[in-house]
């Protein structure tokens, strides 16, 4: 079945992205690049919340554990850092430019993910993460 693929929620999630670049880069003129964040992530929040609401995806929090909150925690963390960095660089840089140089973290989550999390990634892929690499420096050369 399609909706459980992990490639259809990955391709949406690249048509998404792509969307928020180009909506983002229209979006911050004009305006701060940090409350820019504020406003966008309030959307996130109350999305998701209706989501999770009309879904009943809803958990009990004292159902996770602290390993679990933890971790969330830091990728929030790491998620508003990105976003913050993501605006700014939006605000003073073209979005053909910037998104792609975003895209560098599929770079570095491969890298960590072998390094940190014992994943394993045969020639072919690497090769492919090698081309990505190399498609990142071409796109920011200047």
């Known amino acids: ?26 979006g911050i003129s004009g305006i701060n690049a940090d409350f820019a964040t504020l406003l966008r ?3 996130v929040l109350v999305s998701l919340a209706l989501i999770v ?6 958990q009990s929090l004292s159902a996770i554990s602290a390993r679990s909150y933890l971790f969330l925690v830091l990728s929030g963390l790491a998620t508003g850092a990105s976003w913050i960095c993501y605006f700014r660089a939006l605000q003073l840089g073209q979005a053909s ?3 792609p140089v975003d895209k560098l ?5 491969a890298v960590l993910g ?3 999390l014992g994943e ?10 090698s081309l990505v690499t190399l498609g990142v420096v071409m796109l920011a050369w200047r």
Request: proline content about 0%; glycine content about 4%.
């Open 120 to 129: 394993r990634l045969d020639l072919r892929q690497w090769a492919g993460i």
């Open 53 to 58: 609401y009309a879904t009943g995806q809803y």
């Open 1 to 26: 079945m399609v909706l459980a693929s992990w490639t259809f929620w990955a391709v949406l999630s690249a048509i998404f992205a792509a969307l928020t670049a180009i909506f983002a880069k229209v």
């Open 97 to 99: 430019q910037v998104a």
């Open 114 to 116: 072998v390094t940190l």
């Open 105 to 109: 973290s599929v770079v570095l989550v």
């Open 41 to 43: 992530t309030v959307v």
